[in-house]
């Protein structure tokens, strides 16, 4: 299952890691788009297989940023 960006923004940081557990509303991510600070939350209840993106990373809206299984 893939966690998405909503925007267009800058990974700010990267709370989570692969093999981390998650729940749905765990924060993943945090991105910074004009000043502001956007949570990315996990959707599903799972085990994080890969982390897609590195902190100072450009992101666009849809673009994937995590996987859970």
Do not use: C, H, R, Y
């Not at 924060?27 to 993106?53: A, D, Q, T, W, Y």
Request: proline residues 1%.
């Amino acid at each position: 299952m893939e966690v998405k960006s909503q925007i267009k923004a800058i990974v700010w940081k990267v709370l989570k890691e692969t093999g981390d557990t998650v729940k749905i509303d765990d924060e993943i991510v945090i991105l910074e788009s004009m000043k502001m600070e956007i949570p990315i939350s996990s959707e599903f209840n799972g085990k994080i297989k890969s982390i897609e993106v590195s902190e100072g990373d450009e992101v666009d809206e849809g673009q994937v940023v995590a996987i859970i299984e």
